[in-house]
T-cell receptor
Framework: AQSVTQPDIHITVSEGASLELRCNYS??????LFWYVQSPGQGLQLLLK??????LVQGIKGFEAEFKRSQSSFNLRKPSVHWSDAAEYFC??????????????FGAGTRLAVHP | DTGVSQDPRHKITKRGQNVTFRCDPI?????LYWYRQTLGQGPEFLTY????????KSRLLSDRFSAERPKGSFSTLEIQRTEQGDSAMYLC???????????????????FGPGTRLTVL
């Protein structure tokens, strides 16, 4: 069965420091991978997605993620964190059905705190 | 494009009452999804609509839950005889089926609304 693991429940970084959030997935075929961010009390905002092609994906707000098939990982990175990046981050695998629609399977999330 | 909207944003109800939530997708998006998110967890898939047809339902969607999407536009999610275990954030997402996604079978991109937070007392 498909699954997504985000090993870090909480991460705290200092403003200006680099960030890497880990995501590992279990999926039997070529996965479709997503990172979403959720601010308190809000819905999910798409940061970036990987469907195929270049394994380094650029997203919004200066985020990027790298798909590594050999490690079944899709880690999210940002070179310099801003205080406004404090939020919860979710990695998701898209489980495609015929016709191309997705049932997204989410990890449990990583809560990011940013110290000034 | 005003994004996906959901109403109400918060609902407090007593156990045993019925509640109904509404989702308005991004205009022209023909795909609509419902997810449920409990505290400290990621969202879990509940159901999917292609236009007005409900094509998949999760086992999480018990007989007390029903979802509709009349005319393929907005959608409603009703919970009958609510239980405390129903307390959660209910998220709606929409996406657009393109020729590319349909013919290739590759995934689409879902855009989420702000959610409806349900508290059952």
């Amino acid at each position: 069965a498909q699954s997504v693991t985000q090993p870090d429940i909480h991460i705290t970084v200092s403003e200006g420091a680099s960030l890497e959030l880990r995501c590992n997935y279990s999926y039997g075929a070529t996965p479709y991978l997503f990172w979403y961010v959720q601010s308190p009390g809000q819905g999910l905002q798409l940061l970036l997605k990987y469907f195929s092609g270049d394994t380094l994906v650029q997203g919004i707000k200066g985020f990027e993620a790298e798909f590594k098939r050999s490690q079944s990982s899709f880690n999210l990175r940002k070179p310099s964190v801003h205080w406004s990046d404090a939020a919860e981050y979710f990695c998701a695998v898209g489980s495609p059905f015929s016709g191309g629609y997705n049932k997204l399977i989410f990890g449990a999330g990583t809560r990011l705190a940013v110290h000034p | 494009d005003t994004g996906v909207s959901q109403d109400p944003r918060h609902k407090i109800t007593k156990r045993g009452q019925n509640v109904t939530f509404r989702c308005d997708p991004i205009s022209e998006h023909n795909r609509l999804y419902w997810y449920r998110q409990t505290l400290g967890q990621g969202p879990e898939f509940l159901t999917y609509f292609q236009n007005e047809a409900q094509l998949e339902k999760s086992r999480l969607l018990s007989d007390r839950f029903s979802a509709e999407r009349p005319k393929g536009s907005f959608s409603t999610l009703e919970i009958q005889r609510t239980e405390q275990g129903d307390s959660a954030m209910y998220l709606c997402a929409s996406s657009l089926e393109s020729v590319w996604t349909h013919t290739s079978g590759l995934g689409d991109t879902q855009y989420f609304g702000p959610g409806t937070r349900l508290t059952v007392l």
